[in-house]
């Protein structure tokens, strides 16, 4: 048999339920995996062995009764440091919070545990889990395993870059502005961007966050293949009473006919040649599998929604925000904030949700015509690494070309990335965006293309 690790999440769940492999072995395949490249890449930061066997045992002596233990029996999936899990410290990249020791699960933790799944290890991400570049002064920097002079992504990086290199079959993450996305589409893999409401949150062990990152922040899954987020968004999606956000909307919605707008220039982003190229091929992957894709010159306002979300996220308790990163003297982390600063003043709380509620309203309407949208993930290929701390013209060119994943949250959206290959050794791809709980059309789309193309597959860290 191949190396367990590179084995896609559907394909070693279905080997452990067979007992064609145990779970025991998938774990100490997963940790040999996570020895041998984690050193070059720190996208794990925290693991405990003993713990992740402990786990495997469970499956394995479940199964040996008989018992269902569930649709990732026995899968090493990752999970980012900014969530609760019982005995680890919830950092979020702080050292600030690095002895806050969870005493409970969240319930993407709790889920994944009921759907059988392994914990491995948790994952890094930038200082508050604000950038697009992965760093902080706790868990240091995560590499890229494609390429190091480029950036992972952010905000969970960390996740992108370890099942990018065969670290977990799976990786959970967060996305308030791109945060899932961008790092998929850095490292080449995968990752869905779910509706607010979809996955349950909770964090018991940090105070609850304000009314802007409630309203656009959520979680979701990357992976290597579109059936192993598929799986995976199943697995995450399980009621948990202690999110009020949640909505009991089902995985597959009304049939909708393969119909696609294509947008190579949204809202004027001006996208490099490559990342148009990439969403003109992805499309004609869409037609070949029988979709009608019609291009379109823009989509409703999406740097309008861009700027709204930017307010919501770090307007909304600005000033104690920039406090918390001035105690924590993380330099990306005050960029972010003292780069904004123009963009989220004047805040006026009551107007900014208005007006979201029109965009929105807009967005869903042009679902109706186009059951997804297609489009770039990003204005430029991933950045060199830290580019945004380079100069103020270079932070503004991020900022900039990040418009297409920071504008979808504002309206609670899916957004999928699909990575459609490589130019030169730098990943590119393309984003999937659809109507408010319609997961499963991004995912069908995606699948469309993905198979248009060439799979992606877990790789040996670039020197």
């Not at 294509?262 to 490099?272: A, T």
Request: net charge neutral.
């Amino acid at each position: 048999m191949q190396d367990i690790w590179r084995l896609s999440a559907q394909d070693l769940a279905a080997l452990i339920k067979s007992k064609k492999v145990s779970a025991k072995e998938a774990a100490e395949a997963a940790l040999a995996r996570l020895d041998a490249v984690n050193p070059r890449l720190n996208a794990v930061v925290d693991h405990r062995p003993a713990d992740v066997l402990a786990q495997a045992s469970v499956i394995d002596a479940a199964i040996g009764r008989g018992e269902d233990v569930g649709p990732l029996a026995g899968v090493p999936v990752t999970v980012k440091v900014n969530i609760d899990q019982e005995g680890f410290a919830t950092t979020n990249g702080l050292k600030l919070q690095r002895d806050t020791i969870a005493k409970t699960n969240s319930p993407v933790i709790d889920n994944l545990r009921k759907s059988g799944a392994v914990i491995l290890g948790r994952t890094n991400c930038p200082a508050f889990s604000y950038r697009w570049f992965t760093t902080n002064l706790v868990h240091g920097d995560t590499k890229n395993p494609r390429d190091p002079g480029i950036t992972p992504g952010g905000s969970s990086g960390g996740a992108a870059s370890a099942v990018a290199a065969g670290i977990g079959h799976i990786a959970h993450g967060t996305d308030i502005a791109g945060s899932i996305r961008y790092p998929a589409y850095a490292c080449g893999v995968h990752g869905l961007r779910t509706t607010l409401g979809r996955i349950p949150a909770f964090n018991a062990s940090v105070p609850e966050r304000t009314i802007g990152p409630q309203l656009c922040a959520v979680s979701g899954p990357l992976a290597r293949t579109i059936a192993d987020l598929r799986i995976a968004l199943a697995a995450m999606s399980v009621m948990d009473a202690r999110d009020p956000w949640w909505v009991p909307a089902p995985l597959q919605g009304a049939p909708m006919p393969k119909r696609a707008a294509m947008c190579l220039n949204p809202d004027g982003l001006d996208p490099v040649p490559e990342v148009k190229a990439a969403v003109a091929d992805a499309g004609k992957r869409l037609e070949r599998a029988g979709w009608i894709v019609e291009e379109i010159t823009n989509t409703p306002p999406l740097r309008e929604a861009a700027e709204l979300n930017t307010k919501l996220w770090l307007g909304d308790g600005y000033e104690a925000q920039l406090a918390a990163a001035e105690r924590e003297g993380d330099p990306g982390a005050l960029a972010c904030l003292r780069g904004n600063r123009s963009k989220v003043f004047p805040f006026d709380l009551s107007q900014t949700l208005t007006r979201r509620l029109t965009l929105t309203r807009e967005w869903l309407a042009f679902f109706e015509k186009y059951p997804v949208l297609l489009m770039p993930v990003s204005g430029e290929l991933p950045f060199p690494d830290h580019l945004d701390r380079k100069d103020e013209a270079s932070f503004a060119r991020v900022w900039h070309a990040q418009i297409p994943q920071i504008g979808i949250p504002l309206m609670g959206l899916p957004g999928l990335t699909v990575s459609t290959g490589l130019v030169g050794r730098v990943p590119v791809g393309v984003q999937i965006v659809s109507g408010r709980f319609r997961e499963d059309l991004c995912l069908a789309a995606g699948e469309a293309i993905e198979v248009g193309g060439t799979p992606s597959a877990a790789i040996d860290p670039a020197g």
